[in-house]
């Protein structure tokens, strides 16, 4: 039987714009856990009750909401809409991914919102005898708005998506599905077939000179969402990153390192001076910066402290580096996204002892408290050392009250109820903000002869706005052996005795082979984390696609490159003397060309 474990469970209550009353949103995100029993013919669970000749319906039992959906056959309505505990309103998995940028939660995300308290005439105008749902009015709009904003920035909802998005990122392609597929194309493929040459002597990507006339590179405009007033126009020098992710994502106490340079690479002879900011500053990240030849080298490390609140992941950060070049007024920009998340495996922490005659109250959430003027509500997270039930019910002892003391707007906020000591306050982002305003927030815990406080400083920001540059981009059959798939990680690079054809393991080595022994058949070692698959990889979750995607790609990529290492093996080891016999320099520059090739198939036919 499938058991269903909620990984988050948690409710607001929110004020729907224009008096038109107050919601209650609950949001669930389950983690499917456990075996399945009793299998019918299409892989879903046969019920206790049923009948032997009962037809069963079609149940996707991947989702992990599958269990609670009404509709099997679409399986799409994630989002309930009660009134008077009946549905009168659904939305399907579509909002997860397109309005709150959640995709990867799609199949895992419930959401129940209760209308009862919105006012009559509210009521009255969003249920009409005509419709079987709401009617799309006034009324709905504000409603829409309201459920979106409240849950788009969520922190634990933000926390769970990156967790996903870096499983996501980081997965290996299946051995068993790799396998079939390079048996098959050694099974299907005559030794004829068989084709190595030296990487230079291809035609190909690595052969090709960028500065070449003709070469592949055309300019093209883009529209680049970012803070930063970029200019309308770009021409080199530029500042790259090497390797070229999209995001910079890093665990605690872990190291990353990585390579600013210019292109074209001579004009790093003319750089000034070169500047790192991270926005908002995140002070337990440590950078070193060291000189390369042709650019400079950063390793990044955030170093956790001792009892460092979980609630303040993931953390987010801007990258800006600029520099100057000699002949040139304009400095250089490059930013990158920095995401920080907790470690895979936490243990969990220790309960918390909860008081019945409690003594503090902080806030958790990482500060300062950034509020986007008409963006999405802010969630800010609040801890006490209280028991829940001193503020539960419908006369409490303890009581909680927000107060905001500034000149400008003040902003509507809505307090959570605590679960095991931990609260949220909801700010709501009102368009009446200004940018450069600066809102001081008192939190209150008011009990029985005794009154706990804590304070925070929010500041208020334009939203982002779209800016446009200019950007150049460039474009026989024979009985197969015993073989071993073997997937390197780069903690496995210093232990391996064997070499990448003759080097050492690095990001620039997608796989090597090791013959076949009297003890061992031929190991096929393919590298996860080379620079250009780490690269291809991220790219693939950045665009959102989806995980069966990202996973065929993945096990096409690794596919090939291991049937190319098998090829390249039996060239190496043919008896014949027909053929001059390729040497390891030349594997090694094929391998390459192979595994960049692949790289670039993929990026331009969407397959």
Known sequence: MTVAIPRLDKSFEAAVEEGYGTITIRVVVLDKKGDELGPTADGSEVPIDAAPDEMLPELDTK??????????????????????????????????????????????????????????????????????????????????????????????????????????????????????????????????????DAGAGQPGVSARNESTPGGLVQTQDVVVESESPIGADATDPVLQLRPEVPTIRLKPNDERSFSIHSRPDGAWKAVGQVAFVFDP????????????????????????????????????????????????????????????????????????????????????????????????????????????????????????????????????????????????????????????????????????????????????????????????????AQRRPPYLLRYLDRKDWPQLSVSAFGQPWSGTEPGSFEPPSASSPLTILINNDTDLWTTFREGLVARKLAESTISQRKVRYATHVAFHLYQMYEKQAKPSDETEKPNEAQMREEIQRVAKTLVKLMEVVQA
């Not at 800010?380 to 000149?407: H, I, M, N, Y």
């Not at 706005?465 to 200019?470: C, F, G």
């Open 281 to 476: 500053p995140v002070k337990e990240l440590q950078v070193t910066r060291s000189n390369l030849p042709n650019g400079e080298k950063v390793s990044l490390k955030f170093v956790e402290p001792e009892q460092f609140d979980d609630d303040e992941y993931p953390i987010e950060a801007t990258l800006r580096v600029t520099a100057t070049f000699a002949g040139f007024r304009e400095p250089r920009l490059l930013e990158r996204r920095v995401v920080i998340t907790p470690p895979r495996k936490t243990p969990p922490p220790p309960p918390r002892p909860l008081l019945d005659d409690p003594t503090s109250l902080k806030v958790s959430s990482r500060q300062p408290i950034k509020i986007v003027a008409g963006g999405a509500d802010v969630h800010v997270k609040l801890r006490w050392d209280g028991k829940d039930e001193l503020a539960a019910g419908p006369a409490p002892e303890w009581t909680f009250q927000v107060s905001c003391e500034t000149d400008a707007v003040i902003p509507t906020t809505f307090l959570t109820k605590p679960v095991e000591g931990r609260f949220e306050l909801l700010i709501q982002a009102s368009h009446q903000l200004k940018a450069g305003d600066q809102l001081n927030f008192v939190v209150e815990a008011i009990g029985p002869n005794k009154t706990l406080s804590t304070a925070f400083l929010a500041n208020v920001v334009e939203p982002v706005t779209p800016r446009r540059t200019t950007l150049r981009v460039q474009g026989g």
């Open 63 to 196: 989702k992990a909401v599958a269990g609670f959906l009404e509709e099997p056959k679409r399986g799409k309505y994630v989002c309930v809409f009660l009134i008077n505990g009946q549905r009168q309103h659904v939305w399907d998995n579509q909002f997860i991914s397109r309005d709150l940028s959640f995709k990867y939660l799609r199949n895992h995300m419930l959401v129940i919102v209760d209308c009862d308290g919105l006012r009559p005439e509210a009521i009255a105008e969003l249920i009409q005898g005509s419709r079987h749902q709401f009617y799309e009015g006034s009324v709905y709009a504000a409603l829409e708005a309201r459920v979106i904003s409240t849950l788009k920035e969520d922190p634990d909802l933000k926390r769970l998506h990156e967790e996903a998005e870096d499983e996501i990122a980081n997965l290996g392609a299946g051995d068993e599905a790799v396998k079939l597929a390079l048996d098959q194309l050694i099974e299907s493929h005559h030794e004829a077939a068989s084709h190595v």
